[in-house]
């Protein structure tokens, strides 16, 4: 009833290939418009990277911004999961008022999302001060 | 005799490190930290950051609904009506409400009764009020809401395999008080799991 060192190794490889198979199970598969309809407003920015890993790992795709209530900015980050695996960073925005002024606000504050691997999702957030004309979105792991 | 006291020497030097490393143990160590930051305790309760990302989320969609840009005058005027606590927690709602309060009031849209209501009561205003018809002899005027804010925090526990979930909601409603009707509605939920470590008590 010994066991055979080939079917150890066969029992080994079998698990091993196991285990990275259930790791990219977290991957997401999407389907969307081939000719979306909506036309976001798309910004253009400035990134300044200071963390390699965590730009290697999650991107920002893009930044458009709209205004809610009359005259409140809302801004709409698409974050995409450069990984196989669940990643979870940390984001938050500052408002900026038309003299350069930063204006703290009630829902300036860190928050967390988990992406799931390959998965490309959507950040957003509106200014509750009129005075904001500007932002700045932080990311860190 | 040298012996001895090379021996005591080399005693106090050994003991003195670990001396200092067990003092140092031992010190308070205090360090101030963003609320709402990445160094905020996580815990399996609605801590800081909790408390500020289900405000915001609140907050960003009644902004966009525009619920509040269609009342017949501008700023929309909310009473706050009543905020139930469905959770295991014995926590002061006014830790949402509060964030609520003061983003809706920087928008310049809203103006929050604080006369009626069951949220926050200006009693100082109040008495005042009754104060100023007493010496002028006229009705201090009020002025009635437009809209009232209800909201209700619910709390699910589900265990599996030794992890615990607690998922909480947090359901907001605001009301226009002419018709009775919602006219916007949110659920927004957190959930936070936790796991028993297998030794310790």
Known sequence: MKTSPRLLVGSLLVAGALVALSGCATNVNSVERAQPVATPNYISDKRVVTDNTLARTVRVNSVNQDTVS???????????????????????????????????????????????????????????????????????? | MTTLRFKTALLAGVL????FVFSGCQSAQVRNVDASGPQALNTAGINSQDWSNAADQLINSLLTSGALDRAPSQPAVLAIDRVLNN?????????????????????????????MGLGERAVVASEAAELDEMTTGKKAKVIAPHFTLYAKLIQQVDRLNGVTQNTYTFQMSLINVKTGLTVWEEDREIAKQSKKSAVGW
């Open chain 1, 70 to 141: 009359g005259n409140l900015l809302k801004v709409q980050a698409t974050l995409e999961n450069l990984k196989n695996n669940p990643r979870t960073v940390r984001y938050k925005f500052e408002w900026v008022s038309d003299t350069g002024m930063s204006i703290g606000s009630p829902n300036e504050s860190w928050k967390t999302i988990t992406i799931l691997g390959r998965e490309t999702t959507t950040i957003s957030t509106v200014a509750v001060n009129p005075r904001a004309v500007d932002f700045v979105l932080k990311l860190s792991e």
């Open chain 2, 16 to 19: 003195a490190p670990v001396a």
């Open chain 2, 87 to 115: 959770t295991q927690l014995n926590v002061d709602t006014d830790l949402l409400i509060k964030k609520i309060r003061v983003a809706l009031t920087q928008t310049g849209k809203v103006a929050i009764t604080n006369t």
